[in-house]
């Protein structure tokens, strides 16, 4: 397997303008998690997603914030609109959400919101 | 929730062992202890996690103390590629609620 795949890897946008990115998470994984990472708060879990369905959000900041998880193989996070405090590096992870089961990372995505 | 207390940075040189300390003296009975490290501009990697009982893989080890209040995570030869920041997670099964990285320790790794 390829791993936990995330596109674009940079994305730079306009103040005001939707932004959408995508995971791809590993085939079989049951678990599929949105970090959102900055110098200033570190590491922070926006959401979480077990079998497609939507099960904590409270890490979501605003509700400019939606993400979706429509089959098991695909995820999306968007931003509308989209806010230069947004900029940061987004990552998404996957794992079989066993009690032993490790969480693997996407590379992530490094967005600038200008 | 549980929390974890580790130490900002630490320093090591090339090739010798690295003890990681993590102090977590509100751990629940069902927490499993689990570690990770992010290298350089790169996302989060799973290096290991244990229950009670020490761990080792090919790695790291993972030295649990007996009220499990404390863990280390012990390097056994650290290389220039070890470093990065290292974090101490707490995880109960099938609750990813408590999924949440603190501030880590940032090990520098010297030749």
């Known amino acids: 397997d390829a791993g936990v795949i995330q596109s674009p890897r940079h994305e730079v946008t306009e103040m005001g303008q939707e932004v959408t990115l995508r995971c791809k998470p590993i085939s079989g994984h049951d678990y599929l998690f949105w970090y959102r990472q900055t110098m200033m708060r570190g590491l922070e879990l926006l959401i979480y997603f077990n079998n497609n369905v939507p099960i904590d959000d409270s890490g979501m900041p605003e509700d400019r914030f939606s993400a979706k998880m429509p089959n098991a193989s695909f995820s999306t996070l968007k931003i509308q609109p989209s806010e230069p405090r947004d900029s940061a590096v987004y990552f998404c992870?996957?794992?079989?959400?066993?009690?032993?089961?490790?969480?693997?990372f996407g590379q992530g995505t490094r967005l600038t919101v200008v | 929730d549980a929390k974890t207390t580790q130490p900002n940075s630490m320093e090591s040189n090339e090739e010798e062992p690295v003890h990681l300390p993590c102090n977590h003296s509100?751990?629940?009975?069902?927490?499993?202890i689990h570690w990770y490290r992010q290298l350089p501009s790169q996302g989060p990697e799973y290096v290991i996690h244990g229950l009670t009982s020490n761990v080792n893989n090919r790695m790291a080890s993972l030295a649990i103390a007996e009220d499990r209040k404390s863990s280390t995570l012990i390097l056994h030869r650290a290389t220039l590629r070890d470093a990065a920041v290292y974090y101490c997670?707490?995880?109960?099964?099938?609750?990813?609620?408590?999924?949440?990285f603190g501030s880590g320790t940032k090990l520098n790794v010297k030749p």
């Open positions: 992870a996957s794992s079989l959400g066993q009690f032993n089961a490790e969480a693997f």
């Open positions: 509100t751990i629940s009975g069902t927490d499993y």
């Open positions: 997670i707490l995880l109960a099964p099938y609750n990813f609620n408590k999924f949440y």
